[in-house]
C-alpha cells in the first residue's frame, strides 16, 4: 500500500534494526484513535471524514477532548498536539502515523497499516462511500505534482531549525537525512517524487557547500594579494631610499623657512630627522 511507502523513511529513522518489545497494537489503535475517531460513538464516519478522504465530508463534532480514549493517556496525542494536525484527512492520517509510531514502542507503518486501514474503509462505508484504502492513498498522490511536492520539502529541509537556505546545519549525510526523511514524511501524496527530490537536494547541498568554501578561498586570496600589493609598494619606496628622499624635499620645501638652501644646512639636518622614520620602516620590511 501507497501508505506503507509513505512512512518507510521515518521508520528508517525512528526504528532503526531494533529487536525491543513487540508492538503494542491495542495502544497504537488507541493513539491512531485520538487523532482520526474523535466523536466515533456518535459519529461512525469519524475515522473516514478524518483520516480517510475529504470525500466523506465534514466531520460532525471536531471538539478535540470529545474522544474517548480509556482511564490511560499514556500513548494518546494531547489536546495541544492535536490543535497542530492538519485538516486534510490525507495529511492527518500520515501525520497521526508520525505520531503514533513515535509514541508506541516497536511499532511501525506496516502496523498502522494492518491495525487501522481496515477500520477506516469501514468508517468510509458507514459514510456511504465505498472506497478502498489503496484507492484513497491513490487519489491524495495524484493530487500533487513534483513541483508542489519539491517546494513543500525544499522549503521544510531549508528552515532555520532543520538545514537553513544555504545546507550549512546538514553538512554530513546523518543530519541532511534525519531532516529530509522528517520533511518528506510531513509532505503527504509526494512518495513517488521522494528519491528524485532527495537527488536534486543532495546535489543542490554539494554545490552550496562547495561554493561557500571557494568563495571563503576566493576571500583569503583577495586580502592576501592586497597585502602583498602593499608590502610590494612600500619596498618600492625603501629601493635607493628614494621615499626618505621625497620626504626630506617635501619637509625642506613646506616646512623650513629657508626651503633648505646650500647656506642653511641645519635645515636640511632638521628635515632628515624628520623624514627618519623611513629608515626604520624599510628596515623593517628588508
Excluded at 9 to 23: M, S, Y
Excluded at 141 to 154: D, H, L, Q, V
Aim: neutral net charge; contains cysteine.
Amino acid at each position: 500500500m501507497l501508505h506503507k511507502i509513505a512512512f518507510f523513511a521515518i521508520c528508517l529513522v525512528f526504528v532503526p534494526g531494533f529487536a525491543q518489545a513487540a508492538c503494542s497494537r491495542a495502544n497504537l489503535m488507541r493513539c491512531l484513535d485520538s487523532a482520526c475517531a474523535i466523536n466515533i460513538s456518535t459519529n461512525p464516519a469519524a475515522r473516514c471524514q478524518y483520516c480517510g478522504t475529504a470525500s466523506a465530508g465534514t466531520p460532525t463534532n471536531t471538539d478535540i477532548k470529545s474522544v474517548s480514549v480509556g482511564a490511560s493517556t499514556k500513548y494518546v496525542i494531547s489536546d495541544k498536539d492535536l490543535k497542530s494536525a492538519p485538516i486534510d484527512p490525507g495529511q492527518r492520517y500520515v501525520w497521526a502515523t508520525n505520531q503514533c509510531i513515535q509514541r508506541v514502542t516497536g511499532c511501525t507503518a506496516d502496523d498502522v497499516s494492518d491495525v487501522y486501514d481496515k477500520l477506516i474503509e469501514q468508517s468510509c462505508t458507514a459514510a456511504g462511500i465505498s472506497a478502498q484504502m489503496a484507492t484513497l492513498t491513490a487519489q491524495i498522490a495524484k493530487s500533487k505534482t513534483k513541483t508542489t511536492c519539491s517546494g513543500e520539502i525544499t522549503n521544510c529541509v531549508q528552515l532555520d531549525k532543520n538545514c537553513r537556505v544555504d545546507f550549512s546545519a546538514c553538512s554530513s549525510d546523518t543530519d541532511f537525512t534525519r531532516v529530509f526523511s522528517a520533511c518528506a514524511t510531513e509532505s503527504a501524496g509526494c512518495d513517488e517524487y521522494v528519491s528524485e527530490i532527495r537527488a536534486e537536494l543532495l546535489t543542490t547541498r554539494t554545490n552550496l557547500i562547495n561554493n561557500a568554501a571557494a568563495i571563503l578561498e576566493s576571500t583569503v586570496k583577495s586580502y592576501q594579494d592586497i597585502r602583498n600589493e602593499k608590502i610590494n609598494t612600500a619596498r618600492k619606496i625603501c629601493d635607493n631610499n628614494s621615499g626618505r628622499e621625497k620626504c626630506i624635499a617635501m619637509m625642506c620645501e613646506q616646512r623650513m623657512p629657508n626651503k633648505c638652501a646650500a647656506e642653511f644646512s641645519d635645515e636640511k639636518s632638521m628635515a632628515a630627522n624628520l623624514c627618519k622614520f623611513y629608515d626604520t620602516a624599510c628596515a623593517t620590511i628588508k
